[in-house]
Nanobody
């Protein structure tokens, strides 16, 4: 199994920045993704990265503002969020896919973190 623990959430004003972290442990996985879910909305894909190659993929809504990365030495993934907007407000989850590549569907991910709240005020 894979254990994932998110951290770094908080409250910021529009235009601000946050960096989310996802510490992973357990078995090897191929892909780490970030998803978010706002109240009353479905969970949506944000970004993904191949753990082996570092190849990245982003939702159109965050391209140019968010950057996904990983530090294999620390076995930790990151989501750098810049130019935050109120519509970015959501609970953010990291997830591990054992076999996928650039997956953006929730069903492709095998393990999930507990989530961390991000609130952006105008």
């Amino acid at each position: 199994q894979v254990q994932l623990v998110e951290s770094g959430g908080g409250s910021v004003q529009a235009g601000g920045s946050l960096r989310l972290s996802c510490a992973a442990s357990g078995r090897t996985f191929s892909n780490m993704g970030w998803f978010r879910q706002a109240p009353g909305k479905e969970r949506e894909f944000v970004a993904a990265i191949s753990w082996t190659w570092g190849d990245t993929y982003y939702a159109d809504s965050v391209k140019g503002r968010f950057t996904i990365s990983r530090d294999n030495t620390k076995n930790t993934g990151y989501l750098e969020m810049n130019s935050l907007k109120p519509e970015d407000t959501a609970v953010y989850f990291c997830a591990a896919d054992l076999t996928g590549w650039r997956s953006r569907a929730t069903y492709e991910y095998d393990y999930w973190g507990q989530g961390t709240q991000v609130t952006v005020s105008s």
